[in-house]
């Protein structure tokens, strides 16, 4: 394994291997946990897609952030956030207007358009109970991945990130995809399992977290990630 900064270094449980960070130079990356994936009255809720299994990763992602914190790693935000005139959401032309989920789920209820994962509504914030703190960054994304046409590398990068733990939903689509994307620019990849959630088929999830394990990084848990930031 890679040998982190003198003072830093842990060795942080996972799969298929127990993998070192250097906490100094670690983030937490805290990907759609808003209210319309998340809550009642959200774009998923309204749309009639369950939310139930959401709902119960606020409590334990809660005490992920809170621990993370006390830590000292750093935590990064994306959401999705379109423009109100959906100038960023790639119009008809684009696969993105016929398959991103909220963009489907808007189409098929014009009435709501414009009402959700748009800025500025409530819709697109983060659930309270996970809401970032002062100064931590938030990146807007239009596309599953928090790294596609987003400043999300140069944060980490201003950030001194190498070591990214990635939380939120959902597993199989925009955390997998954030994840893969940052395996490419020579992030290290951890996904904390039992902090991210999926409205999908169970056999979806699996396939996301078997690609981690095997293909793009490391799994882990709260409960690993959380003894580790401890520490002895």
């Given at each position: ?27 937490v990356v805290v990907v759609d946990m ?53 100038s960023n959401a790639g119009g008809p ?140």
């Open positions: 394994m890679h040998s982190s900064q003198a003072g830093g270094a842990v060795r942080l449980a996972a799969r298929p291997e127990p993998v070192e960070i250097d906490l100094a130079r670690t983030a808003q209210n319309a994936f998340m809550s009642p009255g959200g774009l998923f809720d309204k749309s009639d897609l369950p939310i139930a299994g959401a709902q119960a990763v606020v409590a334990p992602a809660r005490r992920l952030l809170d621990g993370a914190r006390r830590g000292g790693l750093k935590v990064v935000y994306v959401k999705m956030s379109y423009n109100a005139d959906l032309d684009s696969p993105n207007w016929h398959k991103e989920t909220g963009m489907v789920l808007m189409r098929k209820h014009p009435e709501d358009w414009g009402k959700y994962i748009t800025e500025g509504t409530w819709d697109e914030q983060v659930v309270d109970q996970l809401a970032p703190l002062a100064g931590e960054p938030v990146v807007r994304k239009q596309r599953y991945s928090g790294f596609a046409g987003t400043s999300l590398d140069h944060v980490l990068k201003t950030l001194g990130v190498k070591y990214v733990l990635y939380i939120g939903g959902a597993t199989n689509i925009c955390v997998e995809t954030t994840l893969m994307d940052g395996f490419f620019l020579d992030y290290w990849p951890i996904l904390v399992e039992d902090a991210c959630f999926s409205q999908c088929p169970p056999v979806a999830v699996e396939g996301a977290i078997w690609n981690v394990e095997n293909l793009f990084g490391w799994v882990s848990t709260i409960d690993d990630v959380l003894a580790a930031v401890a520490g002895p």
